[in-house]
């Protein structure tokens, strides 16, 4: 079966500072990787779509970057955190096409 | 494009009671339409999709939901709800592409 796994589960960072969430995905071949955030009262906000080495997608132009070096790994990065980057950022795969997206259990981050 | 309005962003029931989740979507294409639960702290679990077929479906917990095309709604029922579902709920909706647009969300709270 497909595992996704996603960490470090909270973390507190001063502004300025960089960022590099890790998500892997178990058991499955060249899925649809993304990367949301989920803001107080906001929703999920797509930022990063991949579907494929190397293959990045941005939906909203910010202070964020991703990368997929690996076929199951996809990091969500930043070179100088702002106050505005907290929140609760979820990493999630699936085939696309009318499949589910399955997600991780999310990173707390929170910018000080 | 596509996107996706949950009309009540809270959503008080008594125990028992059934309650309604709304979410409307708007898309110029064939859609796929999801509705996901999230616990506190927690990633999301897929209630229920609709991809094609039988207009109601059900899902997990005991949750169902209509699709009604010429409403573009889909919205999440349950005749009688439980203290344990109380979580927030969210209606996603995907097209032919890889991407998963997300509400805003409903908390559902449910009174003892």
């Known amino acids: 079966s497909q595992t996704i796994h996603q960490w470090p589960a909270t973390l507190v960072q001063p502004v300025g500072s960089p960022l590099s969430l890790e998500c892997t995905v178990e058991?499955?071949?060249?899925?649809?990787l993304y990367w949301y955030r989920q803001a107080a009262g906001r929703g999920l906000q797509l930022l990063f779509y991949s579907v494929g080495i190397g293959q990045i997608s941005s939906e909203v132009p910010q202070n964020l970057s991703a990368s997929r070096p690996q076929d199951r790994q996809f990091i969500l990065s930043s070179k100088k955190l702002l106050l505005s980057d907290s929140g609760f950022y979820l990493c999630?795969?699936?085939w696309g096409g009318g499949a589910e997206a399955f997600f991780g259990q999310g990173t707390r981050l929170t910018v000080v | 494009a596509q996107s996706v309005t949950q009309l009540d962003s809270q959503v008080p029931v008594f125990e028992e009671a059934p309650v309604e989740l709304r979410c409307n979507y708007s898309?110029?294409?064939?859609?796929?339409l999801f509705w996901y639960v999230q616990y506190p702290n927690q990633g999301l679990q897929l209630l229920l999709k609709y991809l094609s077929g039988s207009t109601l479906v059900k899902g997990i917990n005991g949750f169902e939901a209509e699709f009604n095309k010429s409403q573009t709604s889909f919205h999440l029922r349950k005749p009688s709800v439980h203290i344990s579902d109380t979580a927030e709920y969210f209606c996603a909706v995907s097209g032919a592409g890889n991407q998963f647009y997300f509400g805003t969300g409903t908390s559902l709270t449910v009174i003892p």
């Open positions: 999630a795969w699936g």
């Open positions: 898309s110029s294409v064939s859609v796929y």
């Open positions: 058991g499955t071949s060249n899925p649809n």
